[in-house]
Structure formats: structure tokens, C-alpha cells
């Protein structure tokens, strides 16, 4: 299964795309950001980073796209651009008939590393030693959007799927899931 | 001039089209909202909303968007919705090439009601009378489109071009965006 992972964010929003292969491994297939230059319009910014998402699906083609999960009450001043990338990222994939699932950080944190609460660094040296690179990708937008894609590439429901054991990464991951399930508040109405 | 108004939500996205007639009129083209159910997968609604504004756009062929500028500190619980649907419309004009422009609430109000503390039942009723309506539109969602589509409009810099003298509510209109100008925080930048 191959999986397109989006860290959304205005100045650099991660990519990265990674196929799941037999016995829990993963492989990378591409990884990098589209970026806009912050004296660009908005409405400008927004619809290059759209473009190049859409490229990247075509490319690619994923047959599922994960978007961090964004959140109102952090971030406060760079909420809506990053929401609107994520909303961007989602309708690209709709548009495609690509399947769109939303991780909050905890899951994908818990899934790569297999603590909720792991540093960003920590992320990123992971995800450099589950797709056996030699370096941890930069910049760090990068390594999120791949830590994404492999957070819903490993989601217990493929494993159970797949009949595979679940490691104890994937039990902080479905933990990690569960919780947010219970407490997240409904961001989505309007 | 055209001018399309957007008043971004998930549930109900206003949506208002009005021509810009010389003497300070301005003509009612057409209103509505599009709207998607609470069950739905967040990137169908997200989609769906985003091919209605398209369709908007190709019907009635307006010269700019005017879309409501969200601020992350209002509604928290709706923000990440509402900021989706408005970066979706700018994204579905620039990719026609149209014109995009953000107002906030208090500009509208301004514009339409001459203050910028204006009530919401106020907006609609002034809406109506400078449309000529028998009704005020309904749901308010279309008519706050129809405002900010007015408000665009109605902006000073077409005003100065047009060599025409500012009413109490242009200039009020300009106080309120001068003082946007000077106090929001930068929301743009990711």
C-alpha cells in the first residue's frame, strides 16, 4: 500500500510518500516540501501549494493521503493558514478518489516511535531508521509528512487486516487514537 | 463590476453575486448557500463546497471574490472549518485568474450599515434596501455573502477611482479597515 503523508503548512508544507511493504517495512518513495515565499498573496500561496499536492498525487499515486489533524486551540496565529492547507490537501485527494485520513501529532508520534509524547528530533531519527536512511530527511516538514504517511500505513486496522501481531508502537498508536477519539473536541462544524 | 461574496462554513457556505452599477447602486445577480451534512467525511463536504463555489464562479463570471478574512481567535470550536472553506474559494478564483480580496466583519458592517459594530439583523435588513429586495435573504449566511460582495464594492480605492465622493458609510468603511490594518495579528503566515 502506498501512502502520501501532508505536514500542512503555508512557508513549508511537508510531503512525503512511502509504500508499506510485506512484514511491517516501509520504503520510501519521495519526500520534499512545496514552498511559498511569505510576501506572496495569499490566495496565490494557496493555490501553488495546491498544485503541487495535486502533482505529487499524480505522480505518486497514493492510494491513501494523511493530513495532520489540525487542531484550533494551538498555534493560534498560524491556525488558519495551516487549516487551509489541510482542507487544500483533502480536496485534492477527494477530487481523485484517494481515500483521506486525518492523525492527530500523539498518533503519529506514538506510531514511530511508540511514545505519545516523543521530541521532534526523535521523530525524525525514526523515521531515517524505519526507511533505512542514511540521514534523517530535512527539513523537518519533510520527516513529519513521511512519519504520517507510516503512521497510517501501520493504523491497527491494516494490521489486523494483514493478521500481522501488533508491535508495542502500534498499541501506544491505537492507544494513542482511542484517546484522542474520547477527548478531541468536534472541530469540523461550522 | 461583479463582485462574489463568500461567507465560509462547512454546514451552510453563504454565497451572494451583485453588480456594481454607476451612481452607487448595486444589483442583486444571485444568492444562496451550499450546504453539507454533519455526517458527511470532512474531505467530501470539503469538496463538495469546493466544486459549488467553482460552479458560482463559472456561471456568473465575477471580476473579484470577496471572501470573510477568519481570525483564529474567534469561534474556536469552527475556526479549522471555516478557515478551510475560505482558503478552498480563494484557491477555486485564483485558479480562474479572479480577483481576491479579505474584509473582516467590522468593514462589512461598516460598509453596508455605515458602523462597524452593527447588529446581524441590521445587515440583512440594510442588505435588502440597498438590493431593492422585498425580503431580506435568507438564510443570513447568503446574506452576509451579498454584504461582503457589496462591501467589495463598494471599497474605497474603487470609489476614488470612479472620482465619486465617499458617503458616511464609505468613510466609515475606511476607518474600519485602517484600523484592521494596524491591529490583527499576522494570520497568514505558517
Redesign the interface.
Known sequence: MRVMGVD????RCGLGVVDALPGRKVAMVACGVAATP?GM???????LI?GRIGEWLDLHQPQALAVER????HN?????????????A??E???RGIE?A?HTPTEVKAAVTGQGGAEKAQIGRMVARLLKLDEVPTPPDAADALALAICHAWRPATISTLGQAATPAQKAWLEAERAARRSR??????
Do not use: E, H, S
Open positions: 500542512p503548512g503555508l512557508t511569505a498573496d495569499l490566495d496565490q500561496r494557496l493555490l495546491a489540525v487542531f484550533a486551540q493560534k496565529m498560524t491556525i488558519t493558514g495551516t487549516a487551509q492547507v489541510a482542507g487544500l483533502m480536496v485527494a477527494a477530487r483521506v486525518l473536541p468536534k472541530v469540523v462544524a461550522a
